[in-house]
């Protein structure tokens, strides 16, 4: 089946330093699958950070930035200088054209940023 | 802007008993989902419907039945709750081609 893994947390980063999260998939029932970013801040619900539907593509979001890049399978999150506000946990997610039949999740990454 | 509200928001049930989560959304998609998330594990997808009357097994639906009497509404029913149902639920709608909203989760807790 589909599957996505990204850095397992928690992470602890410094404001101003830079910040990955590495996600891969594996998409075995979807032939062009869609790659997502959601975040939950805390005490907050489950909200779309980017997505990008095309290999090749960039998103971008609040400072964020992941390309979708087929031939290694990856979607990795990056941020070039994190603030305190960016403390949340993140889910890499991949889905189908239509997405009508859900997401498949990673298991979320835990970041939290120290002043 | 999209909304979709669950109800409870959390809940303690007795192993055996019923228990229904409900989800409405005011989004007018036509697709919903029901997904848990527990520690270890990502968001694991339950049921989905396609529109009011259709229901859909996901990856985890042992234990579970969903129901969608309308556009707005979708419902989880645990009929015989078991401790290991004990999770967080989301739902979410989602337009076809279109970014899936989440509700702020239940929490179930089954004695």
């Known amino acids: 089946g589909d599957s996505v893994t990204q850095t397992e947390g928690p992470v602890t980063v410094s404001e101003s330093e830079s910040l990955i999260i590495n996600c891969t998939y594996s998409?075995?029932?979807?032939?062009?699958?869609?790659l997502f970013w959601y975040v939950r801040y805390p005490g907050e619900g489950l909200q779309l950070l980017l997505k990008?539907?095309?290999?090749?593509q960039k998103g971008s979001s609040r400072g964020f930035e992941a390309t979708y890049n087929k031939e290694t399978t990856s979607f990795h999150l990056q941020k070039a200088s994190v603030q305190e506000s960016d403390s949340a946990v993140y889910y890499c997610a991949l889905g189908d054209n239509n997405y009508a039949q859900g997401l498949t999740f990673g298991l979320g990454t835990r970041v939290s940023v120290f002043p | 802007e999209a909304a979709v509200t669950q109800s409870p928001r959390n809940k303690v049930a007795v192993t055996g008993g019923k228990v229904t989560l409900s989800c409405n959304q005011t989004n007018n998609h036509n697709n919903m989902y029901w997904y848990r998330q527990d520690t270890g594990h990502g968001l694991r997808l339950i049921h989905y419907?396609?529109?009011?009357?259709?229901?859909e097994k996901g990856d985890i639906p042992d234990g579970y039945k969903a129901s969608r009497p309308s556009q707005e509404n979708f419902s989880l029913i645990l009929e015989l709750a078991t401790p290991s149902q004990t999770s967080v639920y989301f739902c979410?709608?989602?337009?076809?081609?279109?970014?899936?909203?989440f509700g702020p989760g239940t929490r179930l807790l089954v004695l």
């Open positions: 419907s396609y529109g009011a009357g259709s229901t």
């Open positions: 998409a075995t029932s979807i032939a062009y699958p869609n």
């Open positions: 979410a709608s989602g337009g076809q081609k279109d970014t899936q909203y």
């Open positions: 990008v539907i095309t290999a090749g």
